[in-house]
């Protein structure tokens, strides 16, 4: 295995690193990821090598119907068994939405607009719940706002990075890392209300209008010393405007 190591004290792994923690230390002496995954026990699939997925089969259908994931030995795979593991239940609704959708249209060229928001959030997804007025500011791309003088509130929010492709970059961080974020209720605490609550909200109905905004991980506040300058703001090509 020659991915790089996975700093856990980061605020983003913070999800998954109650699983992610012991099982890379077991990955890396060489068990395979399937392996490794299964051994905790913790999701509501099991984890097959990627050889396992026949084919022609979507890789969707194949998770519904086998209630197994195919599961290659990298950083992208890994973190997708850990979000199984943390938000067990959102991972099995966006399966099962996916599952419809190929059940009623096949797997076609493009992606429709349901399958397309899925993909979207299972990959590079987030949860928020903060205070309006900080939604108010991220909505608008009001980013010397949201980071200035609403910096304060951050510390009433909570973010989850649930998209396992945001992770894996977050392994090497950059400061384009932007996640999709959906915001989830200002009552929510815990990752296992998170994924109550993201569970029962998720629908193809509301997924359609792809109802996110783009926040770049690396200026939330607390999770990169870089941003403690306010100049780390002024970078138009990451902290872009609204369009118009």
């Given at each position: 295995m020659?991915?790089?190591?996975?700093?856990?004290?980061?605020?983003?792994?913070?999800?998954?690193?109650?699983?992610?923690?012991?099982?890379?230390?077991?990955?890396?002496?060489?068990?395979?990821?399937?392996?490794?995954?299964?051994?905790?026990?913790?999701?509501?699939?099991?984890?097959?090598?990627?050889?396992?997925?026949?084919?022609?089969?979507?890789?969707?259908?194949?998770?519904?119907?086998?209630?197994?994931?195919?599961?290659?030995?990298?950083?992208?795979?890994?973190?997708?068994?850990?979000?199984?593991?943390?938000?067990?239940?959102?991972?099995?609704?966006?399966?099962?939405?996916?599952?419809?959708e190929?059940?009623?249209?096949?797997?076609?060229?493009?992606?429709?607009?349901?399958?397309?928001?899925?993909?979207?959030f299972?990959?590079?997804?987030?949860?928020?719940?903060a205070?309006?007025?900080?939604?108010?500011?991220?909505?608008?791309?009001?980013?010397?706002?949201?980071?200035?003088?609403?910096?304060?509130?951050?510390?009433?929010?909570?973010?989850?990075v649930?998209?396992?492709?945001?992770?894996?970059?977050?392994?090497?961080?950059?400061?384009?890392?932007?996640?999709?974020?959906?915001?989830?209720?200002?009552?929510?605490?815990?990752?296992?209300?998170?994924?109550?609550?993201?569970?029962?909200?998720?629908?193809?109905?509301?997924?359609?209008?792809?109802?996110?905004?783009?926040?770049?991980?690396?200026?939330?506040?607390?999770?990169?010393?870089?941003?403690?300058?306010?100049?780390?703001?002024?970078?138009?090509?990451?902290?872009?405007?609204?369009?118009?």
């Amino acid at each position: 295995m020659v991915e790089p190591a996975i700093d856990w004290a980061r605020p983003w792994n913070a999800s998954t690193r109650r699983w992610g923690e012991p099982a890379e230390a077991v990955w890396r002496a060489g068990a395979s990821a399937a392996d490794v995954l299964n051994a905790l026990g913790a999701a509501p699939v099991r984890f097959v090598p990627q050889h396992a997925l026949p084919e022609g089969v979507a890789y969707e259908q194949f998770i519904f119907a086998q209630r197994a994931v195919p599961t290659r030995d990298n950083l992208h795979d890994f973190f997708n068994g850990l979000i199984w593991c943390a938000f067990s239940r959102a991972k099995q609704r966006l399966n099962e939405l996916q599952h419809a959708e190929i059940a009623r249209d096949g797997v076609r060229a493009t992606r429709g607009p349901v399958r397309d928001a899925v993909t979207v959030f299972d990959e590079n997804g987030a949860l928020l719940a903060a205070p309006e007025a900080l939604w108010a500011a991220l909505r608008a791309r009001r980013w010397a706002v949201l980071f200035g003088p609403l910096r304060p509130l951050w510390a009433e929010a909570r973010l989850w990075v649930f998209g396992h492709a945001a992770l894996e970059k977050l392994v090497s961080p950059y400061k384009s890392i932007t996640a999709h974020v959906m915001q989830a209720p200002t009552a929510i605490e815990t990752i296992e209300e998170a994924d109550a609550w993201l569970a029962s909200w998720l629908s193809a109905e509301r997924l359609v209008p792809k109802p996110f905004a783009p926040l770049p991980l690396l200026g939330v506040p607390g999770w990169w010393a870089a941003n403690e300058d306010a100049a780390f703001y002024d970078d138009a090509t990451v902290f872009r405007p609204l369009r118009t």
